[in-house]
């Protein structure tokens, strides 16, 4: 369209092969009363004008009133590439493509900024020439777009908060239309961020200090390379809760949770308003009987030894299932009848090839997992190896609150990965937002606490359970009715 500036009419810096001359731009006989006053103009002046302006050097800082500091400033392609010879001949810069470049082109742009007396500054020009022309679009460039010290502090606030990077750009630009920030410039800045946090720590030793910080209980296995192949850690909080609701415990493992590949699992207990709370997670190197022993064992040393739990829910993991009979052998092992009904299906449908088949089969190994007392079973079955793990004859004999399936634990993976956003974190970005989303947990299941408290029910029958208000949960109360 006529009048509109289109893609192919931008320049990249390309040389025209004849200066271009903008000094008349910045000449002024205005007096600034600091050195920064002084850089803002220059640089608002090239802003508007698409120059990218920087110090190039400066003596006497922002001076004191004695008419010696100087401060000179140059075109962003000013000086030419010096390349480091160290750096280039290292074995992984050689295996590599490099894909970066330079701005820089002997650019003879010269200003000089000068302390007259008593705290003024004056500008001077002292060559106002480039030797490349000018970009048409300033976004992306990186003298211009740079965030502003309130923008800063917006990006920490909000990046602290976990929130995604897109969100903190698109907050910001919502503040000042003008910003010409990208997102790799966000990234950028959160990469400044973590540095700064991390100092001369690794990613480990900086996980560990977070967890010594918030009086994390924890533990951690290490090769003779001194890298560590398991982590289990647990909040301070959730132990209290474990003390009191120790009763039944469902524990699965997830994936895609970090850049390491190193499975997750996820131990998770219930309060009685029907509230999870996380016990404990443990990265681990393996799915092997050694791997979950080991975070088993770290598990129990949370309990009061007297109070282990009655009831432990899995799938049909066997090196977990074998290493819960090692670790909590007084504990009743049962298996997730989801999971299981969910297998039944799939075989039945693959075996038999008609779904109306299918469906009656389902439908009477339902009626083998309900069976309410041994003798109705055994009427119906004779060949189920693990009966006794979710069959509920022999499940009703235990006290699991209902919890015959491994939901719970797989609510909490989902719950937690919307959390991470991300399935390449390293450990220690990993746990700032596992941390955030126990805190949150904790104050989601006070709440429920509170509800259950200071709530009545609108039940016609209440008024004959009046005793119990405010004593059991509202949860409790509905089952039973």
Same mark, same amino acid.
């Given at each position: 369209? !006529?009048?509109?500036?289109?893609f192919?009419?931008?320049?990249?810096?390309?040389? +025209?092969?004849?200066?271009v001359n903008v000094?008349?731009l910045?000449?002024t006989?205005k007096?600034?009363?600091?050195?920064?006053?002084?850089?803002?103009?220059?640089?608002? /002046?090239?802003?508007? =004008?698409?120059?990218?302006?920087?110090?190039?050097a400066?003596?006497?800082g922002?001076?004191?009133?004695?008419g010696?500091?100087?401060?000179?400033?140059?075109?962003?392609?000013?000086?030419?590439?010096?390349?480091?010879?160290e750096?280039d001949?290292?074995?992984e810069?050689?295996?590599?493509?490099?894909s +970066?470049?330079?701005?820089?082109?002997?650019c003879?742009?010269?200003?000089k900024g000068?302390?007259?007396?008593?705290?003024? @500054?004056?500008?001077?020009v002292?060559?106002?020439?480039? %030797?490349h022309?000018?970009?048409?679009?300033?976004?992306?460039?990186?003298?211009m777009?740079?965030?502003?010290?309130?923008?800063?502090?917006?990006?920490?606030?909000?990046?602290?908060a976990?929130v995604p990077?897109?969100?903190i750009?698109?907050?910001?630009? =919502?503040?000042?239309?003008?910003n010409?920030?990208?997102m790799k410039?966000?990234?950028?800045?959160?990469?400044?961020?973590?540095?700064?946090?991390?100092?001369?720590?690794?990613v480990?030793?900086?996980?560990?200090?977070?967890?010594?910080?918030?009086?994390?209980?924890?533990?951690?296995?290490?090769?003779?390379t !001194?890298v /560590?192949t398991?982590?289990?850690?647990?909040?301070?909080?959730?132990?209290?809760?474990?003390?009191?609701?120790?009763?039944?415990?469902?524990?699965?493992?997830?994936?895609?949770?970090?850049?390491?590949?190193m499975p997750?699992l996820?131990?998770?207990g219930?309060?009685?308003?029907?509230?999870?709370?996380? /016990?404990?997670?443990?990265?681990?190197q393996?799915?092997?009987?050694?791997? #979950?022993? @080991?975070?088993l064992?770290?598990?129990?040393?949370? #309990?009061?030894?007297?109070?282990?739990?009655?009831?432990?829910?899995?799938?049909?993991?066997?090196a977990l299932? %074998?290493?819960?009979?090692?670790?909590?052998?007084?504990?009743?092992?049962?298996?997730?009848?989801?999971?299981?009904?969910?297998?039944?299906?799939?075989?039945?449908k /693959?075996?038999?090839?008609?779904?109306?088949?299918?469906?009656?089969?389902?439908?009477?190994?339902?009626?083998?997992?309900?069976?309410?007392?041994?003798?109705?079973?055994?009427?119906? %079955?004779? @060949?189920?190896?693990?009966?006794?793990?979710?069959?509920?004859?022999?499940?009703?004999?235990?006290?699991?609150?209902?919890?015959?399936?491994? =939901?719970?634990?797989?609510?909490?993976h989902n719950?937690?990965?919307?959390?991470?956003?991300?399935?390449t974190g390293?450990? !220690?970005?990993? @746990?700032?937002?596992?941390?955030?989303?126990l805190?949150l947990?904790?104050?989601?299941?006070?709440?429920?606490?509170?509800r259950?408290? =200071?709530?009545?029910?609108?039940?016609?029958?209440?008024?004959?359970?009046?005793?119990?208000?405010?004593?059991?949960?509202?949860?409790?109360?509905k089952? !039973?009715l």
């Open positions: 369209m !006529d009048g509109e500036k289109d192919s009419d931008v320049y990249f810096g390309l040389n +025209s092969g004849s200066p000094g008349h910045f000449e006989d007096s600034f009363c600091s050195r920064r006053d002084l850089q803002i103009f220059v640089r608002n /002046v090239g802003q508007k =004008n698409n120059i990218g302006i920087v110090v190039t400066s003596r006497g922002d001076g004191k009133g004695l010696d500091a100087v401060v000179y400033f140059g075109c962003e392609r000013s000086l030419s590439y010096r390349r480091n010879k750096k001949n290292t074995s810069v050689k295996n590599k493509k490099r +970066s470049g330079t701005k820089r082109c002997n003879p742009f010269r200003l000068k302390e007259i007396s008593a705290g003024e @500054w004056r500008l001077f002292i060559d106002g020439n480039h %030797n022309d000018f970009p048409i679009y300033n976004v992306g460039r990186s003298i777009s740079r965030l502003s010290e309130d923008e800063k502090l917006k990006a920490k606030e909000m990046t602290q976990h990077p897109s969100q750009l698109i907050s910001i630009k =919502n503040e000042n239309k003008e010409l920030t990208t410039q966000v990234y950028n800045y959160r990469q400044t961020l973590r540095k700064e946090e991390m100092g001369d720590r690794s480990t030793q900086q996980l560990l200090s977070y967890l010594n910080k918030e009086s994390y209980f924890f533990s951690y296995r290490a090769s003779p !001194d /560590v398991d982590l289990f850690f647990a909040n301070k909080k959730a132990v209290q809760l474990l003390h009191q609701f120790y009763y039944v415990l469902i524990m699965d493992c997830t994936y895609k949770t970090n850049k390491y590949k997750l996820q131990i998770v219930c309060v009685p308003t029907g509230k999870n709370f996380v /016990v404990g997670l443990a990265f681990l393996d799915e092997k009987k050694d791997s #979950f022993e @080991w975070a064992q770290c598990t129990k040393a949370l #309990f009061d030894q007297n109070h282990l739990p009655e009831v432990i829910v899995t799938d049909r993991e066997y299932m %074998n290493a819960i009979d090692g670790v909590f052998p007084s504990s009743y092992h049962m298996l997730c009848t989801r999971h299981i009904a969910k297998n039944v299906e799939s075989r039945a /693959v075996g038999t090839r008609s779904e109306i088949f299918a469906r009656g089969f389902v439908g009477r190994w339902n009626q083998i997992v309900h069976a309410e007392t041994e003798v109705d079973y055994e009427e119906k %079955n004779t @060949w189920l190896i693990h009966a006794k793990k979710f069959v509920h004859a022999y499940t009703n004999k235990v006290l699991h609150f209902g919890n015959r399936t491994t =939901n719970r634990v797989e609510s909490a719950a937690l990965k919307r959390f991470l956003k991300t399935s390293s450990l !220690d970005t990993i @746990w700032s937002r596992v941390h955030s989303f805190e947990q904790e104050n989601e299941i006070k709440a429920s606490f509170v259950s408290t =200071n709530k009545d029910l609108h039940i016609s029958v209440l008024h004959l359970l009046t005793g119990l208000t405010g004593k059991i949960s509202h949860v409790a109360i089952k !039973d």
